[in-house]
């Protein structure tokens, strides 16, 4: 098309395949750049490139990690507790729950979920290494928080049929209303969770 | 904070600065670029890089070119009426008007609009450049292209005054109803721009 010069075009082909940007959406970001300072434009490639070169993967819980930093910090820090396992699909999780400081144990990142309709096997998740550190020993209790949805609830349901040889408890994160929501307007299958997720009111 | 590594966190920052793109989506940007390949994130990265390198802008009409590409293709076109100029705020406003095929003559971009708020004085637009053509002669027409709001309509009233005593006409683009939109719903400021804009129905 006239006008549209070839280093605009690609950078806003390179934008639209990102997630949930659009050409419209692309077309907004790639005269933004334009119009930035050459200096922001760099930060943000090497910040591009950097990711890919400075980061690893954790050799025991499989999290991200710096190049060079392996265990990761959570896994090498000696004041969490090592007996407490909480399993998760992607490392924002953990961010997530570390968000939280409900949980002072370790963690698992499988990197995904099963997913059939996707062809995602367990052999396609970071499976192997859980059940490594479960046959280890010293596990007393792994925490299955992969999400709530049909593929979780499905990776869920094997990896606590593979652990539970292994390990004293695996346990399900709850799920039910969520807080400051409205029981009127909760869907039927959390509903049913939270009714079947029912627990004595302490005195 | 526990498990955001540096060059995550660095992507994260940097993807925020974007228009439009919050932390929440930055995120989710920043765990794409991790799970895709190296190749996807140095394309984008290199296509970061050369928009900033390959970019110049036409010395006739202050659009976009191809760095070494001076006058832009469509300056150089022997095919385009070179007596109407067509003046717009953006590149993309070019784009936009190339599209419907209607237009046949030469461009102006200005690289913004009048905008006292912002602190945006003609003086910061390529208004001495499009000044320059209309002086040079041989311009019958300019059709003032900005956008139908405040800054644009400043600019086109601005322009209008500064170009008259060298061309014989100055235009602007029609404002109206919408094509496919609803009376009903149009707003006051549209539907008075549209009766004082009401033209002899041809037989």
Redesign the interface.
């Known amino acids: ?8 075009a ?2 806003i ?3 639209s ?4 940007i659009g050409t419209k ?1 692309a ?9 930035a300072s ?1 200096d ?16 690893a993967y954790c050799s025991v819980c499989c ?4 190049a060079g ?1 392996d265990p ?3 896994c090498a820090d000696p004041r969490r507790e090592s007996g407490r396992i909480c399993v998760v699909e ?3 999780d ?2 997530a729950i ?2 939280t400081g409900e949980f002072r144990g370790r ?1 698992h990142v499988l ?1 995904g979920a099963i997913s059939p309709i996707d062809g995602i096997g367990p052999e396609r998740l970071r499976t192997r290494e859980l059940l490594s550190r479960a046959t280890a020993g010293g596990i007393e209790e792994v925490i299955l928080a992969t999400n709530p949805n049909l593929e979780g609830e499905a990776t869920a349901m094997y990896l606590a049929d593979l652990l539970r040889p292994h390990v004293a408890s695996v346990t399900r994160i709850a799920r039910g209303l969520p807080v400051g929501g409205d029981l009127e307007y909760a869907d039927d299958v959390t509903l049913i969770r939270s009714l079947q997720g029912r627990r004595a009111v302490e005195r």
């Open positions: 098309m006239a006008g549209l010069i070839a280093p605009v690609r950078l082909e390179e934008f395949k990102l997630p949930g959406t077309q907004r970001l790639t005269y933004h750049v334009l119009r050459t922001d434009a760099r930060a943000l490639a090497a910040a591009l490139i950097g990711i890919k070169e400075n980061v999290n991200i990690t710096e930093v990761c910090d959570l992607e490392p924002l953990v961010l570390e968000r963690y990197h």
